[in-house]
């Protein structure tokens, strides 16, 4: 597997390359930048650093990933991007790297889509297997849970958290945390169902999609308070664990939840 930097691309002489990596004319990579055994990056791709890429990354031009967060706070300390293994992202999507007022890192896990014009803000961290559609917007400090889609042109606020398998619909508002298992829409989002197609094509079986259905209407059907609703949740646990990422999403919510 030999690597192969096109000749009008600028590589500063401290980068690390693993095996069989491309590089497309003239992308510009920066000091402090590690890329991972079998990355594509196409052409007229900006990469800074510190940032870590693990392996198979496809990243594609006029992509800018690692560069420096623009928030106002941020007075040139040392920060850093991980991205992680088998991830593809698309056209002109920017990454930005953490600050020190929070995590210092910005981290994207494994096999994970950002189409088109995604931006993700720094400190956020992006499970697995999540699906971000063009034009979704992050604001510094979220946090993407696996396997949640965030449909075309979603807006998230900062600080909130997106619960694993989550979905939201085109245009999203989002500006409080979104549970697990939990469909929103609208802007400002409001919840409206479980995403039952998305678990399904998962493999989830009817009896657990059945059990996740009696959780949503537990916490947004029966007029409950959050703690009236999350007592009566700890019965369904006995029932099957699939319900555990549902409680944890409402235990750890910093913002309250979409309701």
């Not at 392996?55 to 928030?71: A, H, L, P």
């Not at 930005?96 to 400190?123: F, K, P």
């Not at 604001?139 to 696996?146: L, M, P, S, T, W």
């Not at 998230?156 to 469909?183: L, N, R, W």
């Amino acid at each position: 597997m030999q690597t192969r930097i096109h000749p009008t691309a600028i590589v500063d002489q401290s980068v690390k390359f693993g095996l069989g990596v491309h590089v497309g004319p003239y992308t510009v990579i920066g000091p402090e930048v590690e890329i991972g055994d079998g990355c594509e990056i196409a052409s007229h791709v900006v990469l800074s650093g510190p940032t870590k890429l693990g392996k198979n990354n496809r990243i594609y031009q006029f992509s800018t990933v690692g560069q420096e967060t623009s928030d106002q706070k941020y007075c040139g300390e040392r920060t850093t991007l991980v991205i992680g293994d088998n991830n593809v992202i698309r056209e002109g999507v920017t990454i930005h790297r953490g600050t020190v007022q929070d995590r210092g890192e910005t981290t994207i896990g494994n096999n994970n889509l950002l189409m088109a014009y995604v931006h993700v803000g720094h400190d956020s961290v992006i499970g697995n297997h999540v699906v971000l559609v063009n034009n979704v917007a992050l604001a510094g400090h979220v946090n993407i849970r696996d396997w949640a889609i965030l449909s075309g042109f979603s807006l998230v606020h900062q600080h909130c958290s997106i619960g694993e398998h989550a979905f939201t619909g085109m245009g999203a508002g989002i500006g409080k945390d979104v549970p697990a298992y939990v469909m929103v829409a609208g802007n400002p989002a409001e919840a409206k169902t479980i995403n039952a197609e998305g678990l399904r094509r998962r493999g989830f079986s009817r009896e657990d999609i059945t059990l996740i259905n009696k959780a949503y209407k537990i916490v947004y059907r029966r007029g409950l308070t959050l703690q009236e609703a999350l007592e009566t949740l700890d019965e369904l646990r006995e029932e099957s664990a699939i319900i555990q990422p549902w409680i944890d999403s409402l235990i750890n919510s910093k913002r309250g939840i979409v309701r």
